[in-house]
C-alpha cells in the first residue's frame, strides 16, 4: 500500500479575523469551531486514512513551538516540522515538503492540507481522498473542487472538463469573479471553488514544477541541503530560501500542467476566510445570532459577537459583527469584513503593536499578559508551565518584581537560587543575571512589575536557554 503523507501547510497569518488572528498567534492556532485548535482539528481529521503516515508541517519559524506543542496534544508526531525563515507562498513550501518526502528513495502520495479550514463531514472528506488516491497514483495532480453552494465573490473557480462526480480533468482555473459571473458558474453546475486542498505523488508535483519553474526547485532544494536539525525543527537555510521565487502552487503548477485533475466534494467546507465565514458555520438562534463568551443581544438579527473577558452586549443591530480582545474592539457591518486587512495595514503603516501581537504572549514555556503599564513601569501575569524554564538571562534598563501567585518557583538571582511559594517575593535588580523555573507538577503563575528607562522586550541578553532562541 502506498503511503499517504499529510503536509499541513501552518505559516499563514489570518489578518481577515483581526483582531483575534494576527502575526503571532494566527486562526490556525485558535479555537474557532469546538475545542480542538483548526490546526488540530486538520490532523485529527484524518484519522481512519488507509496508509497515513506521520505528517510533514510547514511552519512559520516564529510559530515553531506553537506548532509543536498543539501537535503533541492532538497525538500527532510529525516526520518533520520544516520551518521557514521567510514566506514564499504555496509551491516552495510544498516543494520542501515534497523533497522532504522522498528523502530516502520513497515517493509517497503527499495529501496537501491548509492548516486554517473546517470540515463538517469528516467521514465524507476521507472518503474523497481515498477515492482520488488511484488517480493519484497514476500521476495526476488532483485538487478537491467544492460544490458551491451560492455564487461566492471571495474564491476561485475550477471548471471541470466533464460532468461527474468522479475524478475528471481540470478545464480551467478562473480567478474570484464578479457577482454575475459566479451566478453563471453555479448555474451551469461545471464550476466549482478552488479549495487549495490536494493529492499528488511528490514525484509527479517536483516533475511538474521543475518543467514550469525549475528555479523553485533548485532553490528549494538547496534549502533543504543546507537545513539544520534543532531538537525537533528543520530549519531551511535561510539564503537558498530567500533567493526562492514566491508563488502559489496555483500560478506556478495547476493553471500551467496538463496533468491537473479536480474531483468535485461537498463536505461541509469553510476556509474561515473571514468573520463572515465563521458567522455562516457557528450555532446561530433563531434570529441569526452567532456569540461566543459573555454575551447578550436583544432586538438583534444576524449578528456574530464574539466575547473574551468582558461582557459584550448588543442592542438593536442587524448585520453586524462585533470582536472584543483584551486590546482591540472590532465592530464592522457584516458584508465589510473583507476589508479588516485594511485596517491591519493603517495599524502597520503606524507602527501599532495591534497588528501583529496579542497583549497576551505565547511563549516555549508558557505565556505572559501585559496587564498594565505606563511610564517607567509595566506589570504583567506570568504563567510557566510544569517543569518549564525561562532563560538565563539579564537585562540593562530594567529591574523586576516577583509575587507568586499560585504554584512554586525556583528563582536564580546572581550566585543566590532559592524557592518561592505563594504570596511571596523577590526582587531582581538591573544587571543582575537571573533565571525562573517551575519546578513543580502545575502551572507556576506570577505577578511581574518591571521598572526602569526602557521596558522592550528586546532588552533581554541571554546567556543560556534551552529552546535554543
Not at 229 to 242: G, K, P, Q, W
Request: glycine share 8%; with cysteine; hydrophobic share 45%.
Amino acid at each position: 500500500m502506498t503511503e499517504l503523507v499529510p503536509v499541513l501547510l501552518s505559516g499563514g497569518s489570518g489578518t481577515r479575523l483581526w483582531p483575534l488572528s494576527r502575526e503571532t498567534h494566527p486562526k490556525q492556532f485558535q479555537p474557532l469551531v469546538g475545542e480542538k485548535s483548526l490546526l488540530q482539528a486538520t490532523w485529527e481529521r484524518l484519522e481512519g486514512l488507509d496508509g497515513l503516515a506521520a505528517p510533514i508541517v510547514v511552519a512559520n519559524e516564529e510559530h515553531r513551538f506553537m506548532v509543536a506543542e498543539q501537535l503533541r496534544q492532538a497525538g500527532a508526531v510529525p516526520s518533520a516540522i520544516v520551518l521557514e525563515p521567510v514566506g514564499r507562498n504555496t509551491a516552495p513550501a510544498i516543494a520542501v515538503a515534497a523533497l522532504q518526502a522522498r528523502a530516502g528513495g520513497a515517493d509517497p502520495l503527499l495529501l496537501v492540507l491548509p492548516s486554517d479550514h473546517v470540515i463538517a463531514d469528516q467521514a465524507g472528506f476521507r472518503a474523497a481522498v481515498q477515492a482520488a488516491c488511484a488517480a493519484a497514483g497514476e500521476g495526476a495532480l488532483v485538487t478537491f473542487g467544492i460544490v458551491p453552494t451560492g455564487p461566492e465573490t471571495g474564491y476561485g473557480y475550477i471548471k471541470a472538463g466533464s460532468a461527474g462526480s468522479n475524478v475528471q480533468k481540470v478545464e480551467a482555473f478562473v480567478e474570484k469573479p464578479d457577482k454575475a459571473t459566479a451566478e453563471t458558474y453555479v448555474a451551469s453546475g461545471d464550476y466549482f471553488w478552488n479549495s487549495g486542498m490536494f493529492l499528488f505523488r511528490a514525484s509527479s508535483y517536483l516533475a511538474e514544477l521543475e518543467k514550469h519553474a525549475p528555479a523553485m526547485v533548485a532553490a528549494a532544494s538547496e534549502s533543504l541541503e543546507k537545513a539544520k536539525r534543532d531538537v525537533d525543527f528543520l530549519r531551511l537555510d535561510r539564503d537558498a530560501f530567500e533567493a526562492c521565487p514566491a508563488d502559489s502552487i496555483d500560478y506556478a503548477v495547476m493553471e500551467k500542467t496538463d496533468k491537473a485533475a479536480v474531483l468535485p466534494i461537498s463536505v461541509g467546507w469553510n476556509d474561515v476566510g473571514s468573520w463572515k465565514a465563521l458567522w455562516e458555520i457557528a450555532d446561530q438562534d433563531a434570529d441569526g445570532n452567532a456569540h461566543h463568551g459573555d454575551v447578550i443581544a436583544l432586538d438583534c438579527r444576524n449578528t456574530l459577537a464574539w466575547g473574551g473577558r468582558r461582557l459584550v452586549s448588543l442592542l438593536g443591530l442587524d448585520d453586524v459583527i462585533v470582536v472584543d480582545t483584551d486590546d482591540a474592539l472590532l465592530v464592522a457591518a457584516r458584508d465589510q469584513v473583507q476589508e479588516v486587512k485594511a485596517i491591519v495595514a493603517r495599524l502597520k503603516d503606524e507602527g501599532r503593536p495591534q497588528a501583529s501581537i496579542h497583549r497576551k504572549v505565547y511563549r516555549p514555556w508558557g505565556s505572559y499578559d501585559g496587564i498594565d503599564g505606563g511610564e517607567r513601569f509595566q506589570v504583567k501575569r506570568i504563567v510557566v508551565k510544569p517543569g518549564a524554564a525561562l532563560s538565563l538571562q539579564m537585562h540593562h534598563h530594567r529591574a523586576e518584581h516577583w509575587i507568586v501567585v499560585s504554584g512554586s518557583a525556583r528563582v536564580t538571582c546572581g550566585d543566590e537560587v532559592f524557592l518561592l511559594s505563594e504570596n511571596q517575593s523577590t526582587y531582581i535588580p538591573l544587571g543582575s543575571k537571573h533565571r525562573l523555573e517551575n519546578p513543580g507538577k502545575v502551572p507556576l503563575e506570577l505577578i511581574e512589575v518591571q521598572s526602569g528607562s526602557y521596558l522592550g522586550e528586546d532588552d533581554i541578553v541571554r546567556f543560556e536557554d534551552v529552546y535554543g532562541r
